[in-house]
């Protein structure tokens, strides 16, 4: 990276924030390389750590039942019977090796 880059990167990191997004127990064991995401996750939140950049965590998450879940949505459609009956709070949980610190951001989307 040539100096003007770097320094352009410097001088922007106030505006800056890590998302780490999606990192749900429920989410991730259903990959097939889980294990190699969350450690390249991991390293991306202790170098922003490290940096002092804030994180902001985004889960996905819906309300009992699933009403928020249309039937136009195919990322979502196939999975909505087996998470009605889903407990929602155990199902947005963060991955425990990405988990989340008291001062970081948490979004439900």
Do not use: Y
């Given at each position: 990276m040539g100096r003007v880059n770097r320094l352009r990167m410097e001088s922007n990191t106030?505006?800056?924030?890590?998302?780490?997004?999606?990192?749900?127990?429920a989410i991730l064991?259903?990959?097939?390389?889980?294990?190699?995401?969350?450690?390249?996750?991991s390293r991306a939140i202790?170098?922003?750590?490290?940096n002092q950049i804030p994180l902001i965590y985004?889960?996905?998450?819906?309300?009992?039942?699933?009403?928020?879940i249309s039937i136009n949505n195919k990322g979502f459609v196939a999975a909505k019977g087996?998470?009605?009956g889903a407990?929602?709070?155990?199902?947005?949980?963060?991955h425990p090796d990405v988990a989340p610190q008291a001062s970081d951001i948490i979004v439900t989307k």
């Open positions: 106030q505006n800056t924030a890590l998302l780490v997004m999606h990192m749900q127990s064991r259903n990959l097939p390389d889980a294990t190699a995401h969350i450690d390249h996750v202790s170098n922003a750590r490290k985004v889960v996905v998450g819906f309300r009992a039942g699933a009403p928020e087996r998470m009605s407990n929602m709070e155990d199902w947005i949980k963060i």
